[in-house]
């Protein structure tokens, strides 16, 4: 009898968020809120975000519930591509859906969707803001190759600093 070798399901899959689907976007509102403190939070302002036409946002499902754990939100301007959120639920961190998220993004392989019909294009040059304290997000942007380009005191409040991060795609 011949071998029948069995490949995994990959356990996350990747899609586009279609912000006319509410209860895609009710999901994310539902992960930012467990995900983020209030005053880091953008729970009230995605469903206005979302529908921003320069505003790409990439979920990552788990394949045996469909449940959204994790999130990327882009803004594209030109050859940029900013990375405003990062967000993976707390019960699936270090399972490397961060990474994933954000190597879709940057090499633009997130397939194509009813929510967009064409893949998105890779970007030249990606940015994003980093709270000095986020240590963990901090090393993962810098294995995919984002270097400091600013030190911002009191960025996001009084005492709360951050590190502006560069990454020329291009050169990857």
């Known amino acids: 009898m011949p071998e029948v070798s069995s490949v995994a399901e990959p356990a996350y899959r990747l899609e586009w968020l279609d912000s006319t689907h509410t209860g895609s976007v009710q999901e994310l509102i539902a992960l ?3 995900t983020f403190v209030k005053a880091d939070s953008w729970a009230d302002v ?21 449940k959204v754990v994790g999130y990327v939100l882009c803004i594209v301007s030109g050859l940029n591509t900013h990375i405003g959120k990062l967000a993976v ?17 940057l090499q633009g392989t997130v397939p194509p969707s009813a929510a967009r019909k064409s893949p998105a294009r890779r970007p030249s040059y990606s940015s994003l803001f980093v709270a000095v304290t986020n240590t963990v997000a901090a090393d993962l942007y810098s294995s995919l ?19 502006r991060l560069v990454l020329d795609v291009q050169a990857q």
């Not at 190759?145 to 951050?162: C, I, N, R, T, V």
Request: net charge positive; charged share 30%; proline share 3%.
């Open 145 to 163: 190759g984002y270097k400091q380009e600013a030190y911002l005191e009191h960025y996001y409040q009084p005492g709360s600093h951050a590190r």
């Open 46 to 66: 995605l469903p206005l975000e979302v529908k921003k036409r320069n505003v790409q946002v990439v979920l990552a499902r788990e394949q045996s519930t469909d």
């Open 32 to 34: 930012e809120k467990k």
């Open 89 to 105: 639920s707390a019960e699936h961190r270090r399972q490397g859906i961060g990474r994933m998220l954000m190597q879709a993004v």
